[in-house]
């Protein structure tokens, strides 16, 4: 993507060429002109390396047909691939408590297969989740689930763990992480699963203006509000448009990929990003700013200490009313409804 006969560097009449669209099809390659442009591309694509800060493990790409990045289709497609063998899950998302669930459900139809669970993490409070607090009852269920595959001893759980090399050893491979005690290794396993995230594919707009957060690569204006060093509720507050939109006028980015690295993104936020950049094209601007958005929260808010009794909209529903025996608008809402609060916790 580009503006018409425009690179990156050209500011004198920007706004009023139209974006150029190089479109690879089946016959060959097409340049197309728009108005506006709505990446929604996803972050899917390009996932997470396993290896530890950012970048690839020694051997990651050497050992690549052993390694299933995301959530493979363990119970399906890839099925053959896991039975009866061993396999190693790296991440502390869901999509790893996935995995780990399709395997030992694997494990009942062939009994050899086994898990091993990897975590860069020592702290798994957010992927046990909020259970019963959580609003989202599947994903407070996951959580439960695979808390009680690593507690009953089902799938051995390896907490900070952060992998540095994989080698092979007999035809099976051999995973080298860092931990506090020095080096360890784990093995032998027959495959990987890296459900180590998702970043975005910046590669597209490269020839774009966009204001991007520094660290999480998400829009800019939400990266405050979904950084996941700061926020564990899975709120945001409503957004459209104006948040999603970048120097560049015209060009919104939407669905995860406005989320960037943040893993926290729900469909139902992405429906209302949409809906309101679809009416801002349209010129409908008084529908477009009329956003209104309520996520169900994770029931595991932790806030940092920095942040507590802050006035921050951006976690747990702010602050909760000074004569209420709570810490935050999700604590009061759960302790109205007869829960013993929603999970907030401050952060060392
Ligand atoms: C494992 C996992 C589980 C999730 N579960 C849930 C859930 O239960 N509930 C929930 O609300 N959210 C969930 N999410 C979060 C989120 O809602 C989903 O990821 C959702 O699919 C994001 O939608 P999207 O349209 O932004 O991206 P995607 O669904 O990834 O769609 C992007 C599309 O763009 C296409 N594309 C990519 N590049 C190009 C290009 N250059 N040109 C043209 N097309 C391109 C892709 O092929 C794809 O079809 C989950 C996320 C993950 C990773």
Redesign the pocket.
């Known amino acids: 993507m580009s503006r018409w006969g425009a690179d990156k560097v050209v500011s004198k009449g920007r706004e009023l060429r139209p974006f150029m669209l190089m479109v690879e099809t089946t016959s060959g390659q097409r340049r197309d002109t728009a108005r506006a442009v709505i990446d929604?591309?996803?972050?899917?694509?390009t996932p997470n390396p396993l290896g530890v800060g950012g970048l690839s493990a020694e051997g990651e790409s050497e050992f690549r047909d052993r390694i299933g990045y995301?959530?493979p289709d363990v119970l399906g497609r890839d099925r053959d691939l896991y039975a009866g063998r061993t396999t190693l899950v790296a991440g502390a998302g869901?999509?790893a408590a996935?995995a780990l669930l399709e395997l030992a459900n694997l494990s009942e139809s062939a009994p050899d297969t086994s898990a091993i669970w990897t975590t860069r993490s020592t702290d798994l409070v957010r992927i046990y989740g909020g259970g019963d607090a959580d609003a989202l009852p599947?994903?407070g269920e996951l959580g439960s689930e695979v808390k009680d595959l690593a507690e009953s001893g089902r799938v051995r759980l390896v907490t900070g763990f952060a992998t540095t090399a994989i080698r092979e050893v007999g035809g099976r491979l051999l995973v080298d992480g860092q931990t506090k005690d020095g080096v360890l290794t784990i093995g032998p396993v027959d495959r990987i699963i890296a459900a180590t995230g998702?970043r975005p594919?910046l590669v597209?707009t490269r020839e774009l203006r966009l204001d991007l957060d520094p660290w999480l690569e998400s829009v800019k204006a939400l990266g405050p509000l979904i950084d996941p060093n700061e926020h564990s509720c899975g709120d945001v507050p409503p957004h459209g448009h104006r948040e999603l939109s970048h120097p560049e006028p015209g060009f919104y980015t939407?669905?995860?990929?406005s989320y960037g690295r943040a893993p926290t993104?729900?469909?139902?936020t992405?429906y209302e990003q949409v809906r309101s950049v679809a009416a801002a094209i349209a010129g409908d601007m008084a529908a477009a700013d009329a956003v209104q958005l309520v996520l169900p929260e994770t029931g595991v808010c932790t806030v940092p200490a920095s942040f507590s009794g802050s006035a921050s909209k951006g976690c747990c529903g702010g602050p909760a009313a000074e004569a209420v025996d709570a810490c935050c608008v999700a604590d009061a809402q759960a302790k109205e409804g007869g829960k013993a609060g929603c999970g907030c916790s401050a952060a060392a």
Request: no cysteine; hydrophobic share 45%; net charge positive.
């Open positions: 929604a591309s996803g972050t899917w694509q995301g959530i869901h999509s996935n599947a994903r998702q594919d597209l939407v669905g995860i990929k993104f729900l469909l139902l992405g």
